[in-house]
C-alpha cells in the first residue's frame, strides 16, 4: 500500500493506483476531458494536472503514478489559471454554436466553459474547418467540436478492437479519421459516440430531437440479444428519442449497433394498433374492439378444449418477453386450459 | 452459461465453438477480446473465418457437423498428454472408466480425417485448453442445431470435467443465450416438461405442489415441444394454438413444411407487435407493446435478473401482454375479475414463492440492482458461478456421456453438393421484424446473400453480387452471391433474417431424437446462376 497526501488529507492507496484516482478516492474532484477509467490513461487534456511537492512544474495527475509520501496539491490559484487557459485555448478554434449544438447539456467542453466563466476568448484567430459529410446511416462527425482528447480513437482499439479510426495531420490540421478520410464504415457499435465530451461525434437518429429539456430517463434492459445490456432510454412525450448506457453497470457503457441505434421500430408506423378479426378462413382481418377479440379467442379455445380435449390446444411463449408474461402464459396453458403443450423458439 | 460474463476477462484460455460471438452476443464477444488483451489464448473452432479469429491463438476450421468429434478428438488429446484433472475427476465425476474406454477411437487422427481439422492443431488445442489453470468454453446454436446437438453438448461437458474446468471462477461451460430473455422463458416454465424452475411436470409431488399452488387439476403429460407441434398440427392432433411473440413461420426450419402444418389449425391466435409472417396466417392478431412499453423483467445469459421499465406508452389500442394474457386466462375459465390485472411484482413474488432458487430476488431489490440466481435468500448476493460445491445430480457428482460419432442427417450428394449452413449477422436480429424496421440497421444491412467460397465461384464462374438460385430438397430462394473466403470450399451460409430470402425454405427438419432440436446448421443445396 501507498500512503500519500492530497490537499492535506492522507490516503491510502493500493500500487498502481494514479494520484487522479487517488484524489478521486478522497472525493476530490479533478477536472478532466480526456480521461475515461475504462480506458488507459492518456494525458492528452491537460486539465487534471496538479502540483507535487519536489515536482518543477504541475503534472497531470492520471498519467503520474502515487507513490509513497507524495504531497499532492490539487486547487491552487495556479492550476486554476492554467486550467481556464487550457479551456480557452480548447474554445479559441471551437465553433460557439451551443446554442444549436446536438452536445448542449451532456458536453463537458460546455460545462468547463462554464465553470471558469469564458465567455470572451483572448486567444482569437483561424478556426479549424473539418467539416464533412457523412453518408452512413449512424454517426455524425463535426469535427469543428473536436478537442482531440482521442477518447474515441481509444476506445475503437482498447475495448472493441476494431481500429476504425485514427489520427492524421498534426497541429492546427490534426484530426481523427478512417483510414484515407473515407466515411466510416465500421461495426457501428457508437462507443466513440457515447464517451465523446463534446458534440463532435453524434448519432444521426438523435438530429433534431430534443437533447434535455422535457426529455425523460428511464433505466432498462436491452431487448435484442441475451447479453443483458442496461439500457437509459431517453423519451420525449410517446418517443424513444435516444438510447444511453451507464459506465457503471455490467456491461460497462458499451453496447452494439443494434442496442444503441437500433430502436426506432418502437416508433414504427407498422406496429399493430388494434385487435384484428378473421371469422372466416381465407377472409380479410377486421378490426374488432377488445372485448370482442378476447372473448372470441376464450370462445374458441373453449370450444376446441370441449370437442377434442385439453391436449388439442397448444401455446409458444416468448424467449423475448417477460419473466411475467412468461410464466403467465404457461399458467394460462396448464392451469386453466389443462395442457403441458407449451414451449418457446430456445430451439432457433 | 455456469460461470459470469465478467470472469471472461480473467480466463487463462478460451474455447469458442459453435458462437460467431462478436456478431450475435457484441458485449460478451468485448469481454473475450479483453482476455486476449491481458494474455489469454483463444481457440475458435468454425467452419466460418467469423471475425473473432482475428483474435484468436488458434483457429480450427472443422467441418460443418463434425464438432462433436472434434471435441471428442481433443478430449483424447488431453488423455494422451496426461492433461487430466486426477483429482477432479475422482472427487466430483462418475462414469470417467467407460467414458475413457468410449474415447479410445477418438484418436488425433481419426478427428483429421472426420473434420478436417490437422492432427497437430487438435493436439495444440488439448494443450492449450488442458494446460491452462482455468478455461471456458462458449458455444451457441453453432453447436446444438444438429441432429447430435444432445450429444455435442455432452461433448462439450466431457472436455469440461476431464479438465476440472467447472465449478470454479473463470472457466465452465458457457452456452450463449440468442435472445434477450430465453433464460428467463426457460426458468419461468415455458418448456412442455417442466414447470417454472425446471421442476418436472411427471413428478408426482411435484404436481401437487403446483396443483396446491394454483388450486387446479393438472396433466402429468409431457407436452409437445415447439418442433413436434408442427407434426402434431399436421396430423390433425392440434386444432388450436396461441403464439406470443413469436415468429415461426420465418424461423422453423423447412418453412414450407410449417405453413401447411399453420394453415391445418382450425383456430390461431397471435399477439404480437408487428404483422408478421405468422400473424399474417392467424385468425385473431392481438396487439401487444414493445419491450420500452412495459414493467418487467428479464434473465440474461449469465442467469442475471434485471427490471424492464416503461418509457413510453403503445401506440394504438394495444395493451400491455400481462394484460391480454390474464384476460384470456379468465375469459376462458371464466372466473375472475376483469377489471383487475396482476401487477408484475406481483406475479414475480408469485413464482419466488414456487422456485427457491429466485426466492430471495424482489422488484424491491432488483430496483437498486440486479441479481444472478440461484439467489435462494432475502440476504443471499446472487451466484457469481455454479456447482462451486456439488451438481445438481443425486449424490452431486457430475456424469460423463459417452460421445458416438453420429453424422448430420442430409449430407451434400451429386444432386445437391453443397452443405448449407445458417447464422445471423450483427445487423439484424432473429427474423428482422424489429431491425428491418430500424432505418439504419436495414441501410447497411439491406438484403439477403449467399457467402460462397472463391473456388467454388470459380469454377461455377461465379461473381461476387451475381443473383444464385439456392436450392435444398425442400425449396428454394434467390439471392445475391457474396464471394468471400470466410467460407470454406463446398460450403455457403445464409443468414436467416430475411424474408424475400428465407433461408429456412432451404434447412432440413431433421432433429436430434433427445431435446427435438433441428438441423438448421447442415443441409445440403445447390447453386445455380440466374
Known sequence: MINLTINDKAVEVVE??????????????????????????????????????GMAKPVTSCTTPAASGMVVK???????????????????????????????????????AYFYGIRKNRFEGAMRDHNRVDANPFITREQNKCVMCGLCVRV???????????????????????????????????????????GALSARLWSGKPRMEGVKFTDTTCGYCGCGCNLTLRSHGNQVI?????????????????????????????????????????????????????????????????????????????????????YLFQKLFRAVIGTNNIDHCARY | ?????????????????????????????????????KGAKLIVAD????????????????????????????????????????????????GYADFVQSLESFTPEYGEEITGVPAQDIRQAARIYGSAKNAGIYYAMGITQHVMGTYNVHAVGNLALVTGNVGKRAAGVNPLRGQNNVQGACDMGGLPNVYPGYQKVDDLGVKEKFEKAWGKTLSGRIGLGATEMT????????????????????????????????????????????????????????????????????????????RVRKAVNPPGL?????????????????????????????????????????????????????????????????????????????????????????????????????????????FHYHTGTMTRRSAGLNAVAPEAFVEVNPMDAEAMGLADGQKLTVSSRRGSISLKARVSGIVPPHVVFIPFHYREAAANLLTSDAMDPVCKIMEAKVCAVKLEIT
Open chain 1, 16 to 53: 498502481g493506483t494514479t494520484v487522479l484516482e487517488a484524489a478521486q478516492q478522497l472525493k476530490i474532484d479533478i477536472p478532466t476531458l480526456c480521461h475515461d477509467p475504462r480506458l488507459k490513461p492518456f494525458g492528452a487534456c491537460r486539465l487534471c494536472i496538479v502540483e507535487i511537492g
Open chain 1, 74 to 112: 490539487t486547487n491552487s490559484q495556479k492550476l486554476y489559471r492554467l486550467r481556464r487557459t487550457t479551456v480557452e485555448l480548447l474554445l479559441s478554434d471551437h465553433p460557439n454554436d451551443c446554442m444549436t449544438c446536438i452536445g448542449t447539456g451532456d458536453c463537458r467542453l460546455q460545462e468547463l
Open chain 1, 156 to 198: 475503437c482499439e482498447e475495448v472493441q478492437g476494431v481500429g476504425a479510426i485514427g489520427y492524421a495531420e498534426r497541429g492546427f490540421e490534426a484530426k481523427v479519421i478512417p483510414p484515407f478520410g473515407q466515411d466510416l464504415n465500421c461495426e457501428f457499435c457508437g462507443q466513440c459516440v457515447s464517451v465523446c465530451p463534446t
Open chain 1, 242 to 326: 435516444r438510447v444511453d448506457s451507464a459506465a457503471d453497470n455490467h456491461n460497462r457503457g458499451w453496447l452494439c449497433v443494434k442496442g444503441r441505434f437500433g430502436f426506432d421500430f418502437i416508433g414504427s408506423a407498422d406496429r399493430l394498433k388494434t385487435p384484428l378479426i378473421r371469422k372466416e378462413k381465407g377472409g380479410k382481418f377486421e378490426s374488432a374492439t377488445w372485448d370482442e377479440a378476447l372473448d372470441y379467442v376464450a370462445k374458441r379455445m373453449n370450444e376446441i378444449k370441449g370437442k377434442h380435449g385439453p391436449d388439442a390446444l397448444a401455446g409458444l411463449c416468448s424467449a423475448r418477453c417477460t419473466n411475467e408474461e412468461n
Open chain 2, 1 to 37: 452459461m455456469t460461470n459470469s460474463v465478467a470472469e471472461i476477462a480473467d480466463n487463462e484460455a478460451l474455447f469458442v465453438i459453435g458462437s460467431n460471438t462478436t456478431e450475435n452476443h457484441p458485449i460478451i464477444a468485448l469481454r473475450m477480446k479483453e482476455a486476449v488483451k
Open chain 2, 47 to 94: 467452419p466460418r473465418r467469423i471475425p473473432l479469429v482475428k483474435f484468436a491463438t488458434l483457429w480450427l476450421r472443422q467441418r460443418p457437423g463434425t464438432d462433436s468429434v472434434l471435441l471428442n478428438a481433443i478430449t483424447n488429446a488431453i488423455l494422451i498428454e496426461g492433461l487430466e484433472d486426477k483429482e477432479f475427476i475422482a472427487a466430483r465425476t462418475e
Open chain 2, 231 to 306: 407434426g402434431a398440427m399436421l396430423s390433425g392432433q392440434l386444432k388450436g394454438m396461441y403464439i406470443f411473440g413469436e415468429n415461426p413461420a420465418l424461423s422453423d426450419p423447412n418453412t414450407t413444411h410449417s405453413l401447411k402444418a399453420f394453415a391445418n389449425l382450425e383456430f390461431l391466435v397471435v399477439q404480437d407487435i408487428f404483422m408478421t409472417e405468422t400473424a399474417q396466417l392467424a385468425d385473431v392478431v392481438l396487439p401487444g407493446v414493445s419491450f420500452a412499453e412495459k414493467e418487467g423483467t428479464f434473465t440474461s445469459s449469465e442467469r442475471r435478473v434485471q
Open chain 2, 318 to 426: 394495444a395493451k400491455a401482454d400481462l394484460f391480454i394474457i390474464d384476460q384470456i386466462a379468465k375469459r376462458i375459465d371464466g372466473l375472475g375479475d376483469l377489471n383487475a390485472t396482476p401487477l408484475p411484482e406481483e406475479i414475480f413474488a408469485e413464482v419466488a414463492a414456487l422456485w427457491s432458487s429466485i426466492a430471495g430476488i424482489s422488484y424491491g431489490r432488483l430496483e437498486k440492482e440486479s441479481l444472478r440466481w440461484p439467489c435462494p435468500t432475502k440476504d443471499h448476493q446472487g451466484t457469481e458461478y455454479l456447482f462451486k460445491e456439488s451438481f445438481t445430480r443425486p449424490g452431486g457428482k457430475a456424469l460423463f456421456t459417452p460421445v458416438p460419432f453420429v453424422s448430420s442427417k442430409e449430407l451434400p450428394d451429386k444432386e445437391y453438393p453443397f452443405v448449407l449452413t445458417t447464422g445471423r449477422e450483427l
